[in-house]
Structure formats: structure tokens, C-alpha cells
């Protein structure tokens, strides 16, 4: 009530009291003061239909368009949904990318097997067994891979965090990271899966 009344006294704003009772003479206000926000909280087993009839009762006592009613319920479940397309959004472009990777892999490996089957003929006869090979191959790739995961993982965590926590500043929001740890495990095990089909098929070429 002070603000208002400081409001009102201000040179500037001369009239505004009178505008303002103009305004509300049909509004009932607690203490004289008009309110911005109304929370209602319902019971947690109330149904569907319920909490239907409810908000449309609230909605009509509203007076102009710029009151809105906002079913914190049905908002979540709107936002959840977008969430679960947005992650079939992202597993499809990873299952994409993914195959890509592997016969891009897949391709690299086997000219990299072959360019180099003279020095694997010479580990071979110095005793190299076939699986032995096999798994100095396999040491490299996953050198290679795990470096990179990890690498992306921590670069890719810190863009995000920066420009989210750029976009909150702006909205006035607090900052929270909820870490996508499921979709991370799901896309360094097909990474992993990936760069084992794509060592063994061609160095199985080689050792036959």
C-alpha cells in the first residue's frame, strides 16, 4: 500500500489515484491492494474433470484478456511430452550419426589394416598370435574413441552450462543442470559397440 500511495503523490503521475479508482471501483481488493499473482493448490487425488470445472469457474470471473489461468498440471505434462520428443529427437540423430561413424570407422580401419599389413606380417612372424593383433588394433581405436568422449563430454557440458546460464540470467531464472546421464551411457555404449564391429571386421579380413 505504501508504494502505491508513493506512487500516487509523484508529481509525474498526477491523476493516477483517480485513474486507478476508475479503474477498480468494481474490483474487490484485500486491504486496498490489487494482487499479480494467485496460486490455488488442490487435492493431489483430485481427477481430470474436477480440475476442469474448477479452472473454467476461475476463468469466469476474469474481466479482460490479459488474466490468465495456468493449470501447473496439465503445463508439466505438456512440457514432458516435448521432453520425451526431444530425446526420440536426439536418439534418432544419434542412431544417425552413429551408423555413419561406424562405416566411416569402418572404412578408415580397413585401409589403415591394409597399408599397414606389412608391418602386422612382420609382428606375426615375430610371434604375434592372431588375437594379440586383434587387440593391438582394438588398444588404438579405443585410444582414440574413449579420448574423444570424454573430451566432447566435458567440452559439450560446459557450452551448454555457459549459454543456459546466459539464457536464465535474461529470464531470471535460477540456474539448475540436470545432467542427461541415461542418454550419455546409451551413446558411449553404441559408440563402443561401434568401434568394435568396425576394428574386428576388418582385421578378421586380414588374420584370414
Known sequence: MDILEDFFNTPDYEGARENFQEMTSSYNFSNGVPKYKMFIKLNPDISDDRRSEI??????????????????????????????????????????????????????????VRENVWEYGCLRAMGFTKMQGMRSFMYEQYAVI??????????????????TAQFFLFLEFKFALDFPSELLYVMFSLALVTTFYAVYVPVTEVNK
Open 146 to 163: 574413449i579420448s574423444s568422449l570424454f573430451l566432447g563430454s566435458i567440452v559439450g557440458v560446459i557450452v551448454a552450462s555457459i549459454v
Open 55 to 112: 479452472a473454467d469457474g476461475i476463468r469466469s470471473f476474469f474481466k479482460n484478456e490479459r488474466t490468465i489461468l495456468i493449470d501447473l498440471k496439465d503445463a508439466m505434462s505438456s512440457v514432458n511430452t516435448s521432453l520425451a520428443l526431444f530425446q526420440v529427437f536426439v536418439g534418432l540423430i544419434g542412431f544417425i550419426a552413429l551408423t555413419l561413424a561406424f562405416f566411416l570407422l569402418l572404412v578408415s580401419t580397413t585401409q589403415n
